[in-house]
């Protein structure tokens, strides 16, 4: 299968803390990307990197892609409450699907 | 707000009933995606349209099927309704250039909410 994995299952934080959530896939990739989901509703892109980018930054995010071990993480600096969602990262080979993994729920408390 | 539209939002039905959702894709794009999201997993890929015709297809039976119109809006049309069924159905919107290599960010809508009862 190519179902990528989140690590850790669920993370509880305080405001103001860093949250980091780490991805790992199983086939070759051209781009991997993160999302939020807030209670079940659709899904938001946060931030998208490419096979030959090792890191990009989107305003608290920071995201980085190691393709030697097939891994990527997601930082988010100084959480709010309102960070508080289900994050998942999706991997592509040339787009002709993106492969989920089960989602890091993030719980950041006021 | 992505552009991304779905419909209905809701939607309730009984064993071996017949569905159809519906997506409207954001404005210029080529690609529709349709997921699958069951309660506390991620989304999982159903298929994907490609200027209207079939570029791909996930581990889901041939009772799921699908179409895409020529101004790029979508269905998915589900047969003989199973209680597994019950899930958060997405479609996402892209624009692709396959011939060029570029698959791009795909847009979310808000989703359809299916309960088979």
């Known amino acids: 299968s190519q179902q990528g994995e989140e690590d850790p299952q669920a993370l509880s934080i305080q405001e103001g803390e860093n949250a980091t959530m780490n991805c790992s896939y199983k086939t070759s990739i051209n781009n991997l990307q993160w999302y939020r989901q807030n209670s079940g509703r659709g899904l938001v892109h946060l931030i998208l990197?490419?096979?030959?980018?090792r890191e990009k930054h989107s305003g608290r995010l920071r995201v980085t892609l190691d393709t030697s071990k097939k891994s990527s993480s997601l930082l988010i600096t100084a959480s709010r409450a309102a960070d508080t969602a289900s994050y998942f990262c999706?991997?592509?080979?040339?787009?002709?699907?993106?492969?989920f993994g089960p989602g890091t729920r993030l719980s950041v408390l006021p | 707000e992505t552009g991304v539209t779905q419909s209905p939002t809701h939607l309730i039905k009984t064993r071996g009933q017949q569905v159809t959702l519906r997506c409207s894709s954001q404005?210029?794009?080529?690609?529709v995606s349709w997921y699958q999201q069951a309660l506390g997993q991620g989304p999982q890929f159903i298929f994907q349209y490609y200027r209207e015709e079939e570029n791909g297809r996930g581990n889901f039976p041939p009772r799921f099927s699908g179409l895409q119109f020529p101004n790029y809006s979508s269905e998915l049309n589900v047969n003989a309704l199973e209680l597994d069924d019950s899930a958060l159905y997405l479609c996402?919107?892209?624009?692709?250039?396959?011939?060029?290599?570029?698959?791009?960010?795909?847009?979310f809508g808000p989703g359809t909410r299916l309960l088979v009862l």
């Open positions: 999706a991997s592509s080979n040339y787009g002709q699907n993106f492969v």
């Open positions: 404005s210029g794009h080529n690609t």
């Open positions: 996402a919107s892209s624009s692709a250039a396959p011939d060029r290599g570029l698959w791009e960010t795909q847009y």
């Open positions: 990197i490419r096979s030959n980018e």
